[in-house]
């Protein structure tokens, strides 16, 4: 089976449940798999899923996607159902499968799916920067905690917000202790029922970096 990956931008309007308007520029990567043919060495025909990506970019330009909150959590869940079943419909027509779909918007933070996943559920990430002095006053370090959350159906959460009421009153003299404070974290519920499944620590100063 080969795999392969198109990323384009996508700029996409959202509107709360206050009535604000906010738009966001993303770079939208899908991920397709499909055989290789034996006789041609060929497999999906870039050009052809080009003009899918294209054509999904149209659409979801021309369209402002609502939530049921000011979270945005629901508008997020809308855009990405409307793609995945967008280009699940278009790889049938070519025997090829999406195996992943990402939003990564410029600022950041993102949501993905992947096929291991149920079409209800998605990832969302978002980072947080803490400033740490590590060993002493002059050993500095930006860090960067990644949180990803599994967001289920119909959850409405703020997840930048949970996030932030997790480390907002974190502290440790080292990198060690961080992620020691920072492991019991994971897989930590919300009342929806999504969770932290991930947590991604880098050091910006030093390029270090740990997955928990």
Not at 44 to 50: A, I, P, R, S
Not at 95 to 105: C, D, G, P, V
Not at 123 to 138: C, I, K, M, P, Y
Not at 170 to 180: G, I, M
């Amino acid at each position: 089976m080969l795999q392969f990956v198109r990323e384009i931008p996508v700029s996409i309007v959202l509107q709360s449940a206050s009535s604000a308007r906010r738009g966001f520029l993303f770079k939208m990567a899908a991920g397709f798999s499909k055989p290789v043919n034996p006789m041609s060495g060929m497999t999906v025909n870039l050009m052809v899923v080009d003009e899918w990506l294209a054509k999904l970019k149209s659409d979801l330009e021309s369209s402002v996607f609502e939530s049921k909150s000011d979270s945005l959590s629901h508008a997020f869940a809308e855009v990405m159902a409307v793609a995945r079943l967008n280009l699940i419909e278009q790889c049938e027509s070519e025997e090829a499968q999406l195996i992943s779909l990402s939003f990564r918007e410029e600022r950041g933070w993102g949501f993905s799916w992947q096929h291991l996943q149920s079409p209800q559920v998605m990832t969302v990430s978002h980072g947080h920067f803490l400033e740490a002095f590590l060993q002493n006053a002059a050993d500095f370090g930006l860090l960067k905690v990644e949180l990803l959350w599994n967001r289920v159906a119909e959850c409405e959460a703020d997840f930048s917000h949970e996030g932030f009421k997790l480390l907002k009153s974190l502290s440790a003299r080292n990198l060690t202790e961080l992620s020691q404070k920072l492991a019991p974290l994971k897989e930590f519920r919300l009342s929806s029922g999504s969770f932290l499944q991930e947590i991604h620590i880098q050091n910006l100063s030093g390029q270090y970096s740990l997955k928990l």
